[in-house]
């Protein structure tokens, strides 16, 4: 696994863990996907959004959350007085699933590491996770994500709020309104006020 580095604490950093995830074969999505999808953004942000794995678009760039549901992502962000390469953006697996299929326990399990490893090096103030698969995964409990989400947590001493996936609230516009409320909540640790 990515392990020890030259960051904080002898922890890898994220360029440290990207090398060691390389030309990735751990999981089978590696036989369909086009790029790996590591994250972008601030290696230094306070606020981390972790997502589901990407999708066409992401896969075709390389950049997670560029597509329809990215769009809505970045809206939200600047909502909340961010620009997007204010904060770090990742997923739980690096590889897109065929045909946007769920990610399978195995997959998620490969990846998994790296995403840890990712939220150690960055050290964020706060992480939001993007619907269930995220927020599953980083807690380890399989509560639904309509119980989950607004509910503060805490991930490895990191504040975690789970909140609806930004491709969900596109199929389901009525439910913004409590991903805006979980993003206030947000917003109101980090001493964030929105844009005038
Ligand atoms: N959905 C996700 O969960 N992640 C992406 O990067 C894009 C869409």
């Known amino acids: 696994g990515p392990l020890p580095g030259t960051g904080d ?24 996907r086009k790029n790996i999808v590591f994250g ?25 959350f560029v597509g329809a549901a ?14 997007r390469d204010d904060v770090y953006i990742c997923n739980v697996v690096k590889c897109r699933p065929p045909g946007n299929r769920n990610p399978e326990p195995d997959e998620i399990a490969a990846c998994e590491p790296f995403l ?6 960055i050290q964020p103030k706060v992480v939001v996770a993007l619907g ?15 119980r989950m989400r607004g509910n503060w947590r805490t991930y490895e001493g990191i504040q975690l709020m789970p909140t609806f996936h930004p491709a969900y609230l596109l199929r389901s516009p009525a439910e913004k309104r409590k991903a805006w409320e979980d ?3 947000v917003m109101k640790v980090l001493g964030k006020q929105p844009p005038g």
């Open 9 to 32: 604490g002898g922890r890898p950093t994220l360029d440290e863990i990207r090398r060691e995830l390389g030309d990735c074969q751990r999981c089978k999505l590696c036989r369909t």
């Open 40 to 64: 972008s953004g601030n290696p230094r942000a306070e606020l981390v959004f972790v997502g589901e794995g990407p999708g066409e678009n992401e896969d075709l760039q390389g950049v997670p």
């Open 70 to 83: 990215g769009e809505l992502l970045t809206k939200m962000i600047e909502a909340m007085g961010f620009r």
């Open 116 to 121: 840890r490893a990712q939220l150690a090096a």
């Open 132 to 146: 269930k698969f995220a927020a599953q995964t980083l807690l380890r409990d399989s509560t639904p994500i309509t």
């Open 183 to 185: 993003l206030q909540a």
